[in-house]
């Protein structure tokens, strides 16, 4: 094995090897065996400090200094998303991450965390990840590939094309790699294609904190890369509205539901295509406009001489309706980032016409899936000399290219990139590789030096003239900190010019739009069953993508929720099931990326349909339908939204501002025995006015306690298993309802009926007054289950813990016991938390102080709408909350008097005067 300094792990025994003992195939588990040896290898890792591992591995004889069996040891990182770091603090347990929540230091989520970036542990134990290089299909040896890469440079060195294809970056080693490339040699081109990430994003989060925003095809909240800073910024201006008792106003002018648009005080649901008559009225102009458009304007022409506002408009809109519209108010505020100098997919595709390239890479890209349907890109490859494909999963690309190179996961390997606010982050391992697998930055080095160094080495030489003081030390706090000072971030470029991609006139037939899923992303997340089975946010579907209409333009197609209907643009067609979606603008159908997967969508990925396919490479965002109609078949749609339905009213409530809520319900009359409270009472209250239904707190909460998928066909028999569930509403008119989100976790009730109702003592109430579930007790009558007026506890209808390959036991909680068949689970307040601070206040010998505990869902929240802590304390933040007048329980009618209570969203204030 070539010594090329990059981190080595002891090969496995396997069916395949002579001295194969007790080794099955990776992808059939690991031995007892192979567990200790790799945990012990991970935790010495762990040992290093800043997460520094070392160069060679040694028997776990003595305990490193540092690591104690049983306790977590936690390391900052970050994962990348569209070229975007999210950073992140990973809990590591002998050399195992478990869970990852928000770096706390980092001023990009202070400690917030999306769903796709929770999402993320749970690729790294992927079976399915290749491990092996593959030539033609047929497995090869990593020096066959390492002569091929000395005959690119030789052939390089003559004046042959090698380029590279990567996603868009802000990594600054990427663009240290790439530039030193070029160079040395005569020809080497980089290209970037980004399907997920309109040209315009990657300026970076938009809104400044202003206290009114009006917004035009824009969803700064919803998911993506810029979702947490986004939260933040509008959560921070809405607080800070509250206290100083002043109006806020959003205005939202948009063609399909957003997360932003639920929280708009007003609203219009319009075409797409009208977005540039809007900002001419806007500007003072007098385009042609309906009556609910004139309004609009009114109102927003009103906040603008009122001054304090901000326009935002979305990245998919033509350039020059953006530049009218962020014109007109406080400008966006851009993060510094640098994405490079890549050239765009229209020029990676004029040069392949050409025959220019004789070596291509695609590097963690999937150009055949994920390209617009009018670019052959498959028959384009065949005119490169070589295609490589690089990634940790063969996919569509894979088919054409001569070379497979399997990637290392992130979490295996040293990089670096910048967050959402310009911030730059190292990205340290948090586990070794499974088998000897290349990170990016090697593949790169590959092509320039015949024996590159690793990983750590190549991020290392980026840094080691840009951080003050010191290297070692200064490398070590970085390392340590998730995050670079912000005086050594070098200046900055903006992204390169777009190419012209203004969307044709309207005209008559449907508008189509393309849009990331929020599930799948642009592709990438697929495979993450966690992602799959939550809900989407405004639809609440799982496990695939459906077009989204209107319920006018459903009546028109004469076709109803789950009805297939076809979709004909520019020659191109596909067949997707409606989705009939209150508040939609009539005439437009949205489509959602990263389904209908050909090769390696894992877990069923070919369900849905492949938006790109219909995609068009002048207008990847947005075009008109030649033709829509209904073909008379039918598919099945999976909502969860109807699964738990509460029998009672009054769920959202709604103040107007500076008031307090007038009816609340507290503490009435109850059928159920009182409770003696001891000196803790933990208690929950979520602020539905900071609520914007991003998913954080279910992903935090599936992976914090070990809560398991089931599958889409269980799903729809209501038999999912999220401890915590949002709830949507809608209230209004279908042709523009106000949507509401309420996140609904247990309710721990003073009274609690399940407790009264179980058998067998199962379910039981603590001396701090939490509804615990002793799973050894629980024989699964489903009496708590029937009893709860919530509908919060799930049965385990099967033995899901071994029908679900991609969450191992390596991945899962070990504070949190593993439910069986047979058994109810639910919320328990993260008792394991709990205890792990009971067990520290107790040894120091004080009580556990205010902010100590925080569970998963509250730490993950972006907008911090979720509030925990001792009640019994009066200065306590939870205790303060049920203290306003906008503190309110959900069904109080029944006298449970449940620990979890609601913060009533406020209602559209009058414009500031």
Same mark, same amino acid.
């Given at each position: 094995?070539?010594?090329?300094?990059?981190?080595?792990?002891?090969?496995?025994?396997?069916?395949?090897?002579?001295?194969?003992?007790?080794?099955?195939?990776?992808?059939?588990?690991?031995?007892?065996?192979?567990?200790?040896?790799?945990?012990?290898?991970?935790?010495?890792?762990?040992?290093?400090?800043?997460?520094?591992?070392?160069?060679?591995?040694?028997?776990?004889?003595?305990?490193?200094?540092?690591?104690?069996?049983?306790?977590?040891?936690?390391?900052?990182?970050?994962?990348?998303?569209?070229?975007?770091?999210?950073?992140?603090?990973?809990?590591?347990?002998?050399?195992?991450?478990?869970?990852?929540?928000?770096?706390?230091?980092?001023?990009?989520?202070?400690?917030?965390?999306?769903?796709?970036?929770?999402?993320?542990?749970?690729?790294?134990?992927?079976?399915?990840?290749?491990?092996?290089?593959?030539?033609?299909?047929?497995?090869?040896?990593?020096?066959?590939?390492?002569?091929?890469?000395?005959?690119?440079?030789?052939?390089?060195?003559?004046?042959?094309?090698?380029?590279?294809?990567?996603?868009?970056?802000?990594?600054?080693?990427?663009?240290?790699?790439?530039?030193?490339?070029?160079?040395?040699?005569?020809?080497?081109?980089?290209?970037?294609?980004?399907?997920?990430?309109?040209?315009?994003?990657?300026?970076?989060?938009?809104?400044?904190?202003?206290?009114?925003?009006?917004?035009?095809?824009?969803?700064?909240?919803?998911?993506?890369?810029?979702?947490?800073?986004?939260?933040?910024?509008?959560?921070?201006?809405?607080?800070?509205?509250?206290?100083?008792?002043?109006?806020?106003?959003?205005?939202?002018?948009?063609?399909?539901?957003?997360?932003?648009?639920?929280?708009?005080?007003?609203?219009?649901?319009?075409?797409?295509?009208?977005?540039?008559?809007?900002?001419?009225?806007?500007?003072?102009?007098?385009?042609?406009?309906?009556?609910?458009?004139?309004?609009?304007?009114?109102?927003?022409?009103?906040?603008?001489?009122?001054?304090?506002?901000?326009?935002?408009?979305?990245?998919?809109?033509?350039?020059?309706?953006?530049?009218?519209?962020?014109?007109?108010?406080?400008?966006?505020?851009?993060?510094?980032?640098?994405?490079?100098?890549?050239?765009?997919?229209?020029?990676?595709?004029?040069?392949?016409?050409?025959?220019?390239?004789?070596?291509?890479?695609?590097?963690?890209?999937?150009?055949?899936?994920?390209?617009?349907?009018?670019?052959?890109?498959?028959?384009?490859?065949?005119?490169?000399?070589?295609?490589?494909?690089?990634?940790?999963?063969?996919?569509?690309?894979?088919?054409?290219?001569?070379?497979?190179?399997?990637?290392?996961?992130?979490?295996?390997?040293?990089?670096?990139?910048?967050?959402?606010?310009?911030?730059?982050?190292?990205?340290?391992?948090?586990?070794?590789?499974?088998?000897?697998?290349?990170?990016?930055?090697?593949?790169?080095?590959?092509?320039?030096?015949?024996?590159?160094?690793?990983?750590?080495?190549?991020?290392?030489?980026?840094?080691?003239?840009?951080?003050?003081?010191?290297?070692?030390?200064?490398?070590?706090?970085?390392?340590?900190?998730?995050?670079?000072?912000?005086?050594?971030?070098?200046?900055?470029?903006?992204?390169?010019?777009?190419?012209?991609?203004?969307?044709?006139?309207?005209?008559?037939?449907?508008?189509?739009?393309?849009?990331?899923?929020?599930?799948?992303?642009?592709?990438?997340?697929?495979?993450?069953?966690?992602?799959?089975?939550?809900?989407?946010?405004?639809?609440?579907?799982?496990?695939?993508?459906?077009?989204?209409?209107?319920? #006018?333009?459903?009546?028109?197609? /004469?076709? $109803?929720?789950?009805? &297939?209907?076809?979709? !004909?643009? *520019?020659?191109? +067609?596909?067949?997707?099931?409606?989705?009939?979606?209150?508040?939609?603008?009539?005439?437009?159908?949205?489509?959602?990326?990263?389904?209908?997967?050909?090769?390696?969508?894992?877990?069923?990925?070919?369900?849905?349909?492949?938006?790109?396919?219909?995609?068009?490479?002048?207008?990847?965002?947005?075009?008109?339908?030649?033709?829509?109609?209904?073909?008379?078949?039918?598919?099945?749609?999976?909502?969860?939204?109807?699964?738990?339905?509460?029998?009672?009213?009054?769920?959202?409530?709604?103040?107007?501002?500076?008031?307090?809520?007038?009816?609340?319900?507290?503490?009435?009359?109850?059928?159920?025995?009182?409770?003696?409270?001891?000196?803790?009472?933990?208690?929950?209250?979520?602020?539905?006015?900071?609520?914007?239904?991003?998913? #954080?707190?279910?992903?935090?909460? /599936?992976? $914090?306690?070990?809560? &398991?998928?089931?599958? !889409?066909? *269980?799903?729809? +028999?209501?038999?999912?298993?999220?401890?915590?569930?949002?709830?949507?509403?809608?209230?209004?008119?279908?042709?523009?309802?106000?949507?509401?989100?309420?996140?609904?976790?247990?309710?721990?009730?003073?009274?609690?009926?399940?407790?009264?109702?179980?058998?067998?003592?199962?379910?039981?109430?603590?001396?701090?007054?939490?509804?615990?579930?002793?799973?050894?007790?629980?024989?699964?009558?489903?009496?708590?289950?029937?009893?709860?007026?919530?509908?919060?506890?799930?049965?385990?209808?099967?033995?899901?813990?071994?029908?679900?390959?991609?969450?191992?036991?390596?991945?899962?909680?070990?504070?949190?016991?593993?439910?069986?068949?047979?058994?109810?689970?639910?919320?328990?307040?993260?008792?394991?938390?709990?205890?792990?601070?009971?067990? #520290?206040?107790?040894?120091?010998?004080?009580?556990?102080?205010?902010?100590?505990?925080?569970?998963?869902? *509250?730490?993950?929240?972006?907008?911090?709408?979720?509030?925990?802590?001792?009640?019994?304390?009066?200065?306590?933040?939870?205790?303060?909350?049920?203290?306003?007048?906008?503190?309110?329980?959900?069904?109080?009618?029944?006298?449970?008097?449940?620990?979890?209570?609601?913060?009533?969203?406020?209602?559209?204030?009058?414009?500031?005067?």
């Amino acid at each position: 094995m070539p010594a090329t300094g990059r981190i080595r792990t002891i090969q496995r025994r396997g069916p395949d090897r002579p001295d194969a003992k007790d080794g099955p195939d990776v992808k059939a588990g690991a031995s007892r065996r192979d567990v200790l040896r790799f945990s012990s290898l991970a935790a010495m890792a762990a040992a290093a400090g800043c997460g520094e591992p070392p160069e060679t591995a040694v028997p776990y004889i003595a305990e490193p200094d540092g690591v104690t069996p049983g306790e977590a040891r936690h390391y900052a990182s970050g994962i990348m998303v569209s070229g975007i770091v999210q950073p992140v603090l990973a809990t590591v347990r002998e050399g195992r991450p478990i869970t990852l929540a928000g770096n706390p230091q980092h001023p990009a989520s202070g400690g917030a965390i999306d769903a796709f970036a929770q999402a993320a542990i749970l690729s790294l134990y992927d079976p399915e990840r290749e491990t092996a290089i593959r030539r033609e299909g047929r497995i090869v040896s990593p020096q066959s590939f390492a002569a091929f890469a000395w005959n690119a440079r030789a052939r390089m060195e003559n004046g042959a094309c090698l380029a590279f294809l990567t996603p868009a970056s802000t990594s600054p080693t990427l663009h240290r790699q790439i530039a030193a490339l070029k160079a040395r040699y005569p020809d080497v081109r980089h290209y970037a294609h980004e399907p997920g990430l309109a040209d315009a994003a990657r300026a970076g989060p938009a809104l400044s904190g202003a206290p009114s925003v009006i917004s035009l095809g824009a969803d700064p909240l919803g998911p993506g890369p810029f979702q947490v800073a986004e939260a933040r910024t509008w959560a921070a201006a809405r607080r800070t509205a509250r206290q100083d008792g002043s109006a806020t106003r959003l205005l939202v002018a948009e063609a399909v539901p957003t997360l932003t648009g639920s929280r708009a005080d007003t609203r219009l649901p319009v075409r797409e295509d009208r977005m540039g008559a809007l900002a001419q009225a806007i500007a003072g102009g007098t385009p042609e406009l309906s009556e609910a458009e004139r309004g609009f304007v009114e109102e927003a022409r009103a906040l603008l001489d009122r001054g304090e506002v901000q326009l935002i408009a979305g990245s998919q809109l033509p350039a020059s309706v953006r530049a009218r519209i962020e014109g007109l108010g406080a400008p966006p505020r851009h993060a510094p980032l640098d994405w490079g100098a890549p050239e765009p997919l229209e020029t990676l595709v004029r040069d392949l016409e050409a025959g220019e390239i004789d070596t291509l890479v695609c590097v963690d890209t999937n150009p055949v899936y994920s390209v617009p349907g009018d670019i052959d890109m498959a028959g384009l490859l065949g005119r490169a000399g070589t295609v490589v494909n690089a990634s940790r999963h063969r996919e569509e690309t894979s088919l054409f290219a001569e070379w497979f190179v399997p990637l290392a996961h992130p979490f295996e390997t040293w990089s670096d990139g910048q967050a959402a606010d310009g911030t730059p982050v190292i990205c340290q391992p948090l586990a070794r590789a499974r088998t000897d697998l290349w990170a990016v930055h090697e593949l790169l080095a590959l092509f320039s030096e015949p024996a590159p160094p690793g990983a750590r080495d190549i991020v290392r030489a980026t840094w080691r003239d840009r951080l003050e003081g010191a290297f070692e030390r200064a490398w070590r706090r970085v390392v340590h900190d998730g995050l670079v000072p912000a005086q050594a971030v070098a200046t900055a470029r903006r992204p390169s010019p777009e190419a012209a991609r203004e969307a044709g006139t309207s005209r008559d037939g449907l508008e189509i739009l393309f849009r990331p899923d929020p599930a799948a992303w642009d592709g990438c997340f697929t495979r993450n069953i966690w992602l799959q089975e939550t809900p989407k946010p405004v639809s609440l579907l799982v496990w695939r993508n459906a077009a989204s209409i209107a319920p #006018a333009t459903a009546q028109e197609l /004469q076709v $109803e929720t789950g009805d &297939l209907i076809a979709i !004909e643009a *520019q020659g191109r +067609r596909i067949e997707a099931p409606a989705f009939v979606q209150p508040g939609q603008a009539p005439g437009t159908v949205l489509l959602t990326l990263g389904y209908g997967r050909r090769l390696g969508g894992g877990h069923d990925g070919s369900r849905g349909y492949d938006a790109y396919r219909l995609r068009s490479s002048a207008s990847p965002w947005r075009l008109t339908a030649d033709r829509v109609t209904g073909t008379g078949e039918r598919a099945d749609l999976v909502s969860t939204q109807h699964h738990h339905e509460m029998d009672g009213h009054h769920f959202v409530r709604t103040v107007a501002p500076g008031e307090a809520l007038h009816d609340a319900i507290d503490d009435g009359p109850s059928l159920h025995p009182d409770w003696e409270s001891g000196d803790q009472a933990w208690a929950m209250a979520i602020d539905l006015d900071l609520c914007i239904g991003c998913n #954080a707190c279910m992903t935090a909460c /599936q992976g $914090e306690n070990n809560v &398991l998928t089931v599958g !889409e066909e *269980q799903v729809a +028999r209501g038999r999912e298993m999220h401890w915590i569930r949002i709830d949507r509403y809608y209230e209004g008119p279908d042709e523009n309802p106000q949507i509401h989100f309420q996140p609904v976790p247990c309710m721990h009730c003073e009274q609690a009926p399940c407790e009264m109702g179980c058998p067998v003592n199962a379910t039981v109430h603590s001396d701090d007054g939490l509804n615990l579930q002793v799973y050894n007790r629980c024989i699964g009558t489903r009496t708590c289950q029937a009893y709860c007026p919530y509908k919060v506890r799930r049965f385990n209808f099967h033995e899901w813990t071994s029908r679900e390959p991609d969450d191992p036991p390596a991945r899962r909680n070990p504070e949190v016991t593993v439910r069986s068949r047979g058994v109810m689970e639910k919320c328990t307040y993260c008792v394991q938390r709990i205890q792990a601070a009971d067990i #520290a206040a107790r040894m120091d010998d004080r009580a556990i102080g205010e902010g100590e505990v925080v569970t998963a869902c *509250q730490a993950a929240c972006p907008t911090g709408a979720i509030i925990f802590g001792d009640k019994n304390k009066p200065r306590s933040a939870v205790a303060r909350a049920k203290a306003e007048g906008r503190n309110y329980d959900l069904l109080a009618e029944l006298g449970v008097r449940p620990r979890t209570s609601y913060l009533a969203r406020v209602k559209p204030g009058e414009p500031r005067s």
